[in-house]
């Protein structure tokens, strides 16, 4: 078991799993793309229905109607970070928000919050499917995952066990950092001006160091104790959500203009930048921002 303390908390989490979203109509990308596209992994790939298919293997109702306590209660339970992916997903989400709550000297870290969602959800940022995969919306500082979705994806990308999922988490949450750096502004400021593609890859780039800056971090603060395989999947995972990958899988091509979160070897780089260097700031110049 990586994780050294086994208590779940469950007060940043707000659970829509078994609510419902509306009309199918409402559903879609497109409101996002108002407000921060740029942040949201694998949008480009699966926006439009293109994962609708994945979505029939779709089981994980298990919460469904669960109150926070009950909720806390089952995760908290033995065996629960390693049986339930939620609670996993929780307990990673912890461990992330206290690694870089003791990172931000000076200033309050304020932790994102987690959405669980089924199909669809509305967000500050604008409604969205499944589709879409996990994505961070800026607007309302919350990291959006469809459980079933995150599983499926995991299947179809590659992206195999555990430590897959803890990595999409810690990508998200590296948006968070950009937004509460204020890196996130800048780079929508400057897109307009300059050039919006290699803006939208540093950001994708600098999450997923972030995210290996986050591993190297926990692993070292006794949070999480990362072994060879764990960092192999952490490194597979980044590789199986690179742009040319994607491409190849779903369009049997590659096209590096249309790209919009790098390379397969870019994302892996970038994660073991940050990795090896145990520090954010080893991950600043990855977006390309005059100073
Ligand atoms: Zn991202």
């Known amino acids: 078991m990586p994780f050294d303390n086994q208590n779940v908390d469950v007060s940043g989490v707000d659970d829509r799993r078994g609510r419902g979203f509306g009309s199918p ?46 909720l806390s209660a089952r995760c908290n339970a033995e065996g629960a970070i390693e049986r339930d992916d939620d609670c996993y997903v929780i307990k990673s989400y912890n461990e992330i928000n206290e690694v870089w709550a003791t990172q931000f000297s000076g200033s309050t870290y304020e932790a994102p919050r987690l959405v669980f969602f089924e199909q669809g959800t509305s967000t500050a940022c604008g409604n969205a499917s499944s589709d879409v995969g996990p994505f961070y919306c800026p607007a309302d500082r919350s990291v959006y995952i469809d459980l079933g979705f995150l599983a499926a994806l995991q299947k179809q990308f590659g992206a195999q066990g555990r430590y897959a999922q803890t990595y999409i988490v810690a990508h998200e949450v590296g948006h968070h950092l950009q937004t509460l750096t ?110």
């Open 25 to 70: 109509i409402a559903l879609g990308g497109g409101g996002l793309g108002i407000v921060g596209v740029i942040v949201v992994l694998l949008i480009n790939v699966l926006g439009g229905g293109g994962g609708a298919s994945l979505l029939s293997d779709n089981t994980s109702s298990q919460g469904t109607g669960e109150t926070t306590a009950q």
């Open 182 to 291: 204020g890196t996130e502004a800048r780079v929508r400021a400057a897109q307009g001006r300059g050039d919006a593609q290699a803006l939208s890859i540093g950001v994708e780039l600098q999450a997923d160091c972030y995210a290996g800056a986050w591993s190297a971090l926990a692993n070292r603060a006794g949070n999480f104790s990362i072994s060879e395989r764990e960092l192999d999947q952490a490194l597979n995972a980044a590789a199986a959500v690179g742009d040319d990958r994607i491409q190849q899988k779903t369009q049997g091509r590659v096209d590096p203009e249309s790209w919009t979160h790098g390379s397969s070897q870019q994302r892996r780089d970038a994660f073991l930048r940050g990795y090896q260097a145990a520090n954010g700031s080893a991950c600043t110049s990855l977006v390309p921002l005059s100073s």
